[in-house]
């Protein structure tokens, strides 16, 4: 699971996430993603992937992971970003 480069810091209300999942027999499920202790949702995409995530005032966590088809999940990566 690679997540492209994303700001530290924005203004912004809302921010699009995007990235790219693997498998090696390439049978990516889904990819969900989390804002902070939110339930998890699915991004649009599997291989390609992205979605919009509302970020509040403060400090945002963003957790992600991808699924296979056999069921083996990913481990989660955090992406920190701070929204002015």
Not at 14 to 38: H, L, M
Not at 47 to 57: E, I
């Amino acid at each position: 699971l690679t997540v492209a480069k994303t700001p530290k810091s924005t203004k912004a209300k809302k921010i699009t996430i995007k990235g790219t999942a693997t498998d090696k027999n390439g049978r990516i499920a889904r990819v969900q993603y989390r804002v902070g202790t939110s339930a998890s949702k699915n991004a649009t995409g599997t291989a390609n992937w992205q979605f919009k995530a509302p970020l509040k005032k403060g400090k945002n966590t963003i957790t992600i992971n991808a699924t296979d088809a056999a069921g083996n999940v990913s481990s989660d990566r955090v992406i920190k970003i701070k929204r002015k």
